[in-house]
């Protein structure tokens, strides 16, 4: 019997949205300032797939975001699979929404980069501006000059140490912070600002993005935290949603992920709260959703915190140098500030999402279907496949270390500041030996990238780590 409660995560969303409030307020302080320079805005989802609809429902909010804001098309160059607006799953063909109350963010996205193109040599050689070297696309790149601002939006599932791109490529974090020192070292920017939500987002520069670089950089997770979903479509018909679900017709499905949704959406909050700033204080505010949320978690221990690297201190630039300065306009993007301030909502860890759906799927379908039997097959299967990753990777620590300490060295975390690993080159052949012998690493697999990392920090050779991974994974 599977406890809906135990696999899908279903909890009031708590900490994230005081955090990213009080983060997205400080640096929204200075909104109206102005700045000079281009302003240039990249924009991921790194995935594809019904399931992942919120990874793109970000995107293409950002993008209206930035549009609302007076970017122009030819600075905005945008990264997504485009499968959701025409997916037959989608009951609203053509649309694709990122919160329960919104409208349509689908219509203008520029399709840059669609499809297959969406990878990580494309990302890379957009950002540096290398136009030989990108495939496919619209061939648009970030042709960035020394007085310009960037803002790099990136929305994706992760891991350890790891973001991903659609069909499973993954890119490492030392690849991605040695991009970001070329292009520093190109001197074609001013300031750059990252904002990264996947899970463990935080393990993608901590300890290894060095300051100095004019980076800062925003995650929506601490190193070794799962960052969540929201808005997610109620399991049952006799669920109650909080207030929060998105419309009937979404079952199963996430419109969009804690962070994004609450930064986007606390800059709207910016201009509707203008007029009440004098009666309401931040400080109030952020008191009483503190005390209202804080009772509650110890036991919903689900949410995440968010993170700042980099330089910090340019967290205090205005959001406007980065975002454009404020529209007059932006009702019509109907994005309601309001729904999401109330602070209740439906999150499902991003790991989660997939059986979440299926769960629901399997929940909703008629007793006796085909589409309940193939929903119930598919679960199974998933959960198997959860079930043999972690018992081979458990089996690989017990092997090298011991069934005593196996565990414990797998799942360690190292302090902040600390990097998940000392020698990523390490770390990335390890993965590669693990897979050879045990099979690819899912979405939900390449949570255990931490424990293959322990196995590089603690010395294992290479030859020890492939004859191991032969024993553990050979049955
Ligand atoms: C989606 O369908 C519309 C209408 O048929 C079409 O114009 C559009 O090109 C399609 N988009 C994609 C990504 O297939
Ligand atoms: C640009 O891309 C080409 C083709 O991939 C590559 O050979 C070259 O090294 C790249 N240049 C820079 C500056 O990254
Ligand atoms: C706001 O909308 C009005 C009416 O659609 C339009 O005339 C005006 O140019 C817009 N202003 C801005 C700043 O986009
Ligand atoms: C789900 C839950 O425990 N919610 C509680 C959060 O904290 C407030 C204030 O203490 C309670 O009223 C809720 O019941």
Redesign the pocket.
Known sequence: MISRYNIVGIFFLVLVSIVVTIEGRSITQFLTQKTKGTKWVVLVAGSNGWTNYRHQANVCHAYQIMKAGGLKDENIIVFMYDDIANNTENPRPGVIINNPHGHDVYKGVPKDYVGDDVNA?NF??VI?A?????VGGSGKVLKSGPNDHIFIYFTDHGAPGVISMPYNEVIYAHELVNMLK?KHA?GTYDRLVFYLEACESGSMFDGILPKGLNIYAMTASKPDEDSYGTYCGESTPVDSCWGQCPPPEFKGVCLGDLFNVSWMEDRYKQFSDVQDRKTNSLHQQYSRVAKRTAANLTYHNYGSHVQEYGDKVMSFDPLAAYLGETSKNHSHNSVDAKSFSTSSSRNVDQRSTELFYLFTKHQNAPEGSDEKYEAKVKLNELMSQRSQVDSNVKHLGDLLFGVEKGNEVLHSVRPAGKPLVDNWDCLKSYVKIFETHCGRLTVYGRKHVRGIANICNAGITSEKMAAMSAQACSS
Do not use: A, W
């Open positions: 040599n890379f050689n540096l290398n136009k030989s070297g990108v070329k190109s």
